[in-house]
């Protein structure tokens, strides 16, 4: 049995692992979905004072809580900062990271630094418009999620980010991944633009390992089945 801990990104919640969760269990699994504050059910926590530092401790928390360890930690695309927090903070509670077409910070860099420059500006305008501290959510499309029941789901439960998780530094003590296993799922159908610069530092990193899903960014909602299988396999 493995354990896993299956952390969402931007602009979802514990919901987006609903399908995941369930065959990771019927496998014989543990399984925990943490929801980072302001977001999914704890939307009702959203406020301007919430920085990627929440996000990194928010996770740490939960590992110590649950009494976590040998964890496959999975981030799914803006989680790949908080699981690279962790990482550093906590590593004898994690056996292997996983980044689920996820981003990839260094030490110091900000969200932003690694997303497509009119990507970047286009949420700072969102947010401004919106209120200021928070970044209303693009359309399931915007995520590689088709027409369909998983879409119209995703559109009611989709949320408000925290702009300034975007704007907050990754401060690590140790190089990125603290030496542990780790793996990339680059999803390549389609591939999710703004994660250009994260896949070719995937690609150059040592000791990381590439691994590739046929579907979209949004790989546990488009083909939940595959992405568990592909998790399942990465714990034998």
Known sequence: ?????????????????????????????DV???TQTGLGERRHLL????????????????LANEDITAAMLVGHSFAGHAITGAADRVPARIRHLVYLDAALLEHGEIPFDRSLPETA??????????????????????????????????????????????????????????GLPATYVCCTDPLYANLASSRERARRRPGMAWRELATGHDAMLTAPAATADLLMELAR
């Open 32 to 34: 925990t979905t943490p």
């Open 121 to 178: 500006a286009e949420r700072e305008r969102e947010a401004r418009a919106f209120g200021g501290f928070a970044i209303p959510p693009p359309p399931p499309a915007a995520f590689g999620i088709p027409p369909g029941p998983e879409a119209e789901r995703a559109a009611s439960l989709l949320c408000p980010h925290p702009l300034r998780t975007f704007q907050t530094p990754l401060m690590l003590r140790n190089k990125p991944g603290n």
């Open 1 to 29: 049995m493995a354990r896993f801990v299956l952390l969402h990104g931007a602009f979802h919640g514990a919901w987006c692992w609903r399908d995941v969760a369930a065959r990771l269990r019927a496998g014989g699994h």
């Open 47 to 62: 406020s301007g004072s919430i920085t990627l530092e929440t996000f990194v401790e928010d996770l740490v928390q939960h």
